[in-house]
Every structure is written in C-alpha cells, then in structure tokens.
DNA sequence: GGAGAAGTGGGGAATTGTGGGGAAGTTGAT
DNA sequence: ATCAACTTCCCCACAATTCCCCACTTCTCC
C-alpha cells in the first residue's frame, strides 16, 4: 500500500527520486502514465496490468480501441536507477505541467505526481469543503 | 482492544514510546493518520485496511477520488523500533499541533496521541457537560 | 532489595535525496 | 559512411536525515 506524501524535485536530466518508503514495491517495474487530473500516476507492473484488464472489460469493441489507443500510447514503463530515481519522460512532465519542484503522494495502489503548487492548491480546495478526516 | 491514558513524550528525534500495553498489537505495522480533531490516530494495518476499505464503498468515482487523495496522502505507516518507539512525522506532528508532551489514549480499535494541554482541555469540557460515566 | 521492564537520551553507521561526470548509444546533416 | 550534437545510462560524490544500537534512570513486581 502507498501511503504518504514527499516533497521532491527533478533534477535537470528529468529525475526523480521516489521516496524511500515506494522504492520496494516499484523496483521490479514501474508504469507511469497520465493521471486523473493534473499529475502523473504510477503503478507497480502488476498493478497496471490488473487495473487495464478491469478498465477494458464491457466495453464495445469501438469504445476499446479508442481508449486503447488513449491509454496505451501515453505510458511508459520505466525502471528505477541505482540512486532509486525515476526518468520521467518529457512528454509526461509537459502533461502534468510538472515544474522542478514535486509533490509525491502515495493513494492506496498507486503513486501520483504533483506539481507542488497545483497539489497544495488542490488540497486546499478540498479541505475548505470536506468534512475533516474520518478517522 | 486498545484501553487507557498514559502520558508520553516526543524526544528530538521525533519519537515517542508506545505504551507497553499498546505495543504486542503494534507491532505488525502502525499507520498513522490525521484523527478527527485535534489529533493523531494509530491503526493496526489490518485494521487500517478493514476500515478504509469501509470507508470508500458506495461512493462515486468522482468523491472516490478526491477522498482517497485525502485519506492516504495523510497518513503513513511506520514500525515501532528495538525500543518500542515509534516516528511521529513532522507533517503529522503539525497537523495535530503536538508539543513534546503527549497523552496516548487507547480508543477501541486505535489508539489516539492528543498533545497533552489539548486533551486536559478537552476532557474537563467534556466532564463539564456530561452526566457522570455511566458504569 | 533485586530483577526485570519501561521510558528516555544520544552516538555512529547506513540510507536517502540530490548533483554531476563521462561512456555508450541516437539522430541528423553533410 | 563520417562526424558533431544530443540523449541516455551508469557511475561516483556528498550533505542531511534516518535508523540501529548502547546506556541510563525510573518504575513495577515478586
């Protein structure tokens, strides 16, 4: 499970060190691909295949291939590097308007990348209208 | 099950000792997590899981969402150390606006870390209002 | 009183996050 | 094909933080 939140940067080369915490569970492979909003989202290698193959079931088979065509093409598998880096491609960091200065948020059983900016605003937004935490 | 009050402290570091009555329960895997209030709540993982997986049925993809991203950035899983400490981290720690003295409270199935002026506050308002513990 | 457990403090080793050099591989123009 | 420019990958380096262990005091329980 990936809890927590981190506060990283990318260097000039495009890397990312993934917190310490994640590092055990993506070494074996990482997916990153375009997030739900404004970020980037990371899953182990299994967990992506798990979540395509429910995301793609029901579907008819002109729906599939445009989503197939929308999903596929935007990930990347990417390793992680002997310092515990991530290389977020270029392509990916322009979507999610990733500037130097990240937010690394663990949500159950996936990784989000966040600008720190747009993530710290969106928290705000949702803490002025929720409800505390329920626990 | 999780019972009584005992006043702890947070050293330097940031550690606080997990009451020894609390720690065979503990020490699995603690998640720590904003509690309701002014407050740190610490949950068994099994626990954790059973209840945020409650916690997340029934809602739309879209509440769904910004829930999880709520929930899980906040918290944060720890193991308690060779001295039966555990890490309270800084973010936590702030949220819940802890000084170096604490009170931890056992409540049920988690445990609570209340600094402790807070929590003397909080337990002579309730005692004010309220009719005597009913036992 | 003695033995063990509990709570606290601190030193040193290991890990983490970050930067950067340089070899190897790509690309594109000549 | 040749060469320069660029990218990618694999190291090494270093400061800061974290983790692991040892030590000391107090408390509890026979």
Redesign the pocket.
Known sequence: MFLGQ????????????????F?SQLDEGAVISKGMGTCLSVYTLARWEEKSQELTEGKTTEDLRDFERRIYPSASE??I?????L?L??RLRAYARLS?EVTVVGVRDHVEIWDRAVWQEYQERLDAQGDGIPF
Chains 1, 2 share one sequence.
Do not use: F, L, W
């Open positions: 981190y506060e990283h940067s990318i260097d000039v080369k495009g890397r990312m060190a993934v917190p310490a915490k590092r990417e390793k590097d002997g310092q515990g880096r290389v491609p270029a130097n």
